[in-house]
């Protein structure tokens, strides 16, 4: 199985400031035929289920605020949010779909500092 | 508007069977695989398997194979994630989740059900 790990496991931002998150990949999640990045990121707040955020690693779910945005290529990607609101208190997961199992990151908390 | 409906919380006993069901409407429940995901207490996103409502062909996790059993039934636009014999260790909260493209592909998850909290405690 990939195995995806994230950094830091928490991180607290004041709001207003910029919150980034590091995901990498065991192997390259990266397909070469189509050169397209299979790895997604989800938001989940307490209390409630995963939401899609970003696909392919930086193409943003319809409805999601511009401010978080994707990006990074092949076993290293990150997950920003330009300005950190309030309602972004979350833990944000990575997940790759190269290979199956889809296999999860660990997990990064992010708190208001 | 599309939404994946999940069963309500379950107590059992160590040794017991259980099936809970997740129920798409708002699409085509056909054209899009369902997956089952764990997250134990506290705990990160474990993919389990997923079905193809179309012909019910399954994919399990290693993780998981043998230990689950995962249906459908189209006709009433219901999936199911189902185990014969509960452990302690399968008490965690199951969810649901609709992959986001039409017939298959990728395991992108767009419509997530609310969770089922399942508590096994003898």
Not at chain 2, 37 to 46: A, D, H, Y
Request: hydrophobic share 30%.
């Amino acid at each position: 199985d990939i195995v995806m790990t994230q950094s830091p496991d928490s991180l607290a931002v004041s709001l207003g400031e910029r919150a980034t998150i590091n995901c990498k990949s065991s192997q390259t999640i990266l397909y070469s035929s189509n050169n397209k990045n299979f790895l997604a990121w989800y938001q989940q707040k307490p209390g409630q289920p995963p939401k899609l955020l970003i696909y392919w690693a930086s193409t943003r779910e319809s409805g999601v605020p511009d401010r978080f945005s994707g990006g990074g290529s092949g076993t290293d990607f990150t997950l920003t949010i330009s300005a950190l609101q309030a309602e972004d208190v979350a833990v944000y997961y990575c997940q790759q779909y190269h290979t199956t199992p889809p296999t999860f990151g660990g997990g990064t908390k992010v708190e208001i500092k | 508007e599309v939404q994946v409906v999940q069963s309500g919380a379950e107590v059992k006993k160590p040794g017991e069977s259980l099936r809970i069901s997740c129920k798409g409407s708002g699409y085509i429940f056909t054209n899009y695989w369902i997956s089952w995901v764990r997250q134990m207490p506290g705990k990160g996103l474990e993919w389990m398997g997923r079905v193809d409502p179309r012909d019910s062909y399954t994919y399990y996790s290693p993780s998981f194979q043998g230990h689950v059993t995962i249906t459908t039934d189209k006709s009433i636009r219901t999936a199911y994630l189902q185990w014969s014999s509960l452990q302690a260790s399968d008490t965690a909260i199951y969810y649901c989740a609709r992959h986001s493209d039409a017939d298959g592909g990728y395991d992108i998850f767009d419509n997530w059900g609310r969770g089922t909290l399942v508590t096994v405690s003898s």
